[in-house]
Structures are given as structure tokens and as C-alpha cells.
Nanobody
Framework: QVQLVESGGTWVQAGGSLRLSCAAS????????GAWFRQAPGKEREFVAA????????YYAGSVQGRFTISRDNTKNTMYLQMNSLKPEDTAVYYC??????????????????????WGQGTQVTVSS
């Protein structure tokens, strides 16, 4: 098992940047595919970005492609989400998620909350216009 704790969420003006962190403890995080999801009030939880455990490949939702960057430091058991050019519509609670040896192809159809078994508690990001 792995335990996940997010940090870094805060208030920021539109156009600004934030870096979220996800600290993992327990089992070796390098064997987990990590992902970020977000959930805005009244909306379903949606996929943001993922980082493969096997080859380090990454995958992004279209709405954040080119603005957000997911990365990980397995020596520190930590995953990051660098968010640039933030927009008010990025306002949400951001969740870190992980799945042991995630074996599905990185497609939007496979990036659903049900595919990930481990979750953090979430961190609030608020972007004001």
C-alpha cells in the first residue's frame, strides 16, 4: 500500500503559476503510476495528468496540455504538478492518485478515477480573474 499527501494548493491570480506536490509513503512509489485529478464544485472528478511507473511517459488532459507539467522524483517518493498560465476554470480541489503497476494504455478512456486505488486528501487551488 501507499499513502499520499498533497500540498501546495493556494489562491493565485489568473496567469500565475503553482506547483503541487504529492508525497508518497509506504511501498516504493516507483512501482506506481501516479496521476493528478481535480474536482470543481458541482462537477465530477476529472483527469488532469499522469506519469507512468514503467517508462516515465506522461499524459495530459487536453484542457491543460502545454500549461501543466507532471513530474516525479522517485528518490524522494514525490510527484509534482507544475501549473502555469492558470485560468479561473482551473479552480478545483486537486487530488493525487496512484495505482500499482498500472497496466492500461494511456488514453483518456483509461484515465478514470476508478482505475486508481490510492488517493490523497486533496488540496484546494483557487484562481481568481
Amino acid at each position: 500500500q501507499v499513502q499520499l499527501v498533497e500540498s501546495g494548493g493556494t489562491w493565485v491570480q489568473a496567469g500565475g503559476s503553482l506547483r503541487l506536490s504529492c508525497a508518497a509513503s509506504g511501498r516504493t512509489f516507483s512501482m506506481y503510476t501516479g496521476a493528478w485529478f481535480r474536482q470543481a464544485p458541482g462537477k465530477e472528478r476529472e483527469f488532469v495528468a499522469a506519469s507512468s511507473w514503467s517508462d516515465g511517459s506522461t499524459y495530459y488532459a487536453g484542457s491543460v496540455q502545454g500549461r501543466f507539467t507532471i513530474s516525479r522524483d522517485n528518490t524522494k517518493n514525490t510527484m509534482y504538478l507544475q501549473m502555469n498560465s492558470l485560468k479561473p476554470e482551473d479552480t478545483a480541489v486537486y487530488y493525487c492518485a496512484a495505482e500499482f503497476r498500472f497496466g492500461s494504455p494511456f488514453t483518456i478512456a483509461n484515465m478514470t478515477p476508478g482505475k486508481f486505488g490510492y488517493w490523497g486528501q486533496g488540496t484546494q487551488v483557487t484562481v481568481s480573474s
